[in-house]
């Protein structure tokens, strides 16, 4: 692990591969010119019953609003994504679906991902890959669960500090 200890490792790996498949999706299809994250969207869209809603994708991403927003809005210019009908009186929290065109695309990224996933684990054991996918699930549940944590630990200190602010006053 080159002096690294086993935290510093496991974030360097996370970032390495995140970047890299950037990569990859982006140049799964690059005549479609689509970023990674709009291939996640139309991925996840195609797998969702009817549809999801930019605030449904942010909390699965973990990515601001306004970026979901903004590739909800240049994947609906494109033509791949259209409001769900059952949603067209809402103005907000509605619910993106594909188009046919969207689906055509679903499709091709399909295809093409499940090549890519294929060549890249063709020299690991199926068994390797479930531990792998099982470990990935409980480490992540346990991040999210740990820095909810500390983002309650801070609040409660930031209230504690600014009580003590206002007695001394």
């Known amino acids: ?3 690294l200890d086993h935290f510093d490792f ?3 790996m996370l970032m390495k591969n ?3 498949v ?3 999706l982006e140049n799964i299809l690059p005549e479609c010119g689509l970023k990674h994250v709009s291939i996640m969207c139309i991925r996840l869209i195609t797998v969702s019953e009817s549809g999801l809603s930019a605030s449904e994708l942010g909390s699965i991403f973990v990515y601001d609003k306004a970026l979901i927003s903004r590739t909800l809005r240049d994947l609906q210019e494109r033509g791949y994504i259209c409001r769900n009908p059952e949603d067209e009186g809402l103005s907000r929290g509605y619910r993106m679906v594909l188009t046919e065109k969207g ?3 679903a499709e091709n990224m399909s295809a093409a ?3 890519l996933t294929a060549e890249v684990s063709a020299d690991i054991p199926q068994s390797d890959i479930e531990v792998f996918y099982n470990t990935s699930v409980r480490l ?3 991040l999210i669960k740990y820095a909810k944590e500390i983002k309650k630990n801070a609040h ?3 209230a504690d500090t600014t009580e003590q602010l206002k007695q001394e006053v």
Do not use: A, D, P
Request: glycine share 4%; aromatic share 4%; net charge negative.
């Open 22 to 24: 950037q990569k990859l």
């Open 140 to 142: 992540s549940e346990n």
């Open 10 to 12: 496991f974030v360097t």
């Open 156 to 158: 409660e200190n930031s």
């Open 1 to 3: 692990m080159n002096g």
């Open 103 to 105: 689906r055509e695309l």
């Open 113 to 115: 991902i499940s090549e």
């Open 18 to 20: 995140h970047k890299n």
